[in-house]
């Protein structure tokens, strides 16, 4: 990826001490807000994943959802998901860590989460983007054998507003990248960097499971697993991805 961003992602910031979510709060403010207003909290005291699940979101980390009105198509929505994780792994490179994305949503350091994203919305109108990124933050006992954080893998605190001006910069570029229709570069860096390529998994969506080999991620994003009654493309969704 080459070149600045737009200047669009961040024009705006809001910051909160305490919300339920960042997400639900974008979501309300999202139509008389512009593109790219970033809200940003300390702590989430309902802190969300997809499908109901609970995102932990104590003090120290970055929580954060941008609103994104960019005029697209429904299928495009994975793709800024994707932008989304690749503006985490550069960031996570600037600190000098190497991350992975593991398709479809979250970013992986060392074999465990650091990163989720959830995208919401209806592209009609606008998406929100939110972005849980551990930092400074303690992990909850329950997940410490599947998350880590910065402060885990740097021996360290980062500086928390910096990891978010470095995010932001990355995001815009990224977004840049989104606006001007050049997927072929977004899905070739998401290709790059997955850590799910070559690897057998287990996908699971609405209780169907299926195993088989990820050989790629199409250009549409979606997963084109090997399996033993042949390809299957699985979409872009609410969908659990497990190594075997
Ligand atoms: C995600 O969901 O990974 C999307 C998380 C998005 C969080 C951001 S924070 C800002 C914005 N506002 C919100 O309310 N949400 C967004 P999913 O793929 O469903 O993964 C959820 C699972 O990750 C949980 O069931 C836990 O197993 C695990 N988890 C929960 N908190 C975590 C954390 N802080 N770090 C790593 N893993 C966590």
Redesign the pocket.
């Known amino acids: 990826m080459s070149g600045l961003g737009s200047g669009i992602i961040g024009r705006k910031i809001i910051h909160l001490p305490e919300v339920d979510?960042?997400?639900?709060y974008a979501k309300l403010i999202a139509l008389n807000e512009p593109d790219g207003t970033v809200v940003v909290a300390d702590r989430?005291t309902?802190?969300?994943?997809?499908?109901g699940?609970?995102?932990?979101?104590p003090e120290g980390?970055l929580?954060?959802?941008v609103i994104l009105k960019p005029r697209g198509r429904p299928e495009d929505i994975p793709k800024l998901v994707f932008i989304g994780a690749l503006a985490v792994a550069d960031t996570l490179g600037e600190f000098g860590i190497e991350a992975d994305i593991k398709w479809p949503?979250?970013v992986w350091v060392n074999g465990k989460?650091?990163c989720?994203?959830?995208a919401e919305g209806r592209l009609s109108q606008f998406v929100v983007l939110?972005?849980?990124l551990?930092v400074n933050n303690e992990?909850p006992e329950e997940?410490k054998g599947?998350?880590t954080s910065m402060k885990a893998v740097l021996g360290r605190r980062a500086e928390l507003d910096e990891v978010l001006r470095v995010l932001i910069e990355r995001l815009d570029r990224w977004y840049t990248v989104f606006l001007e229709g050049r997927y072929g570069e977004i899905i070739s860096a998401v290709r790059e960097r997955s850590l799910v390529l070559g690897r057998e998994v287990k996908v699971i969506e609405e209780g169907i499971e299926l195993v088989g080999k990820a050989v790629d991620i199409d250009d549409d994003g979606a997963l084109i697993l090997e399996t033993s009654g042949g390809r299957v493309r699985v979409l872009y969704g609410d969908v659990s991805l497990r190594f075997v």
């Open positions: 979510s960042t997400n639900e989430q309902a802190g969300k994943g997809r499908k699940r609970t995102w932990a979101s980390g929580w954060m959802s949503n979250d989460k650091i989720g994203i959830l939110g972005i849980g551990n992990i997940l599947m998350a």
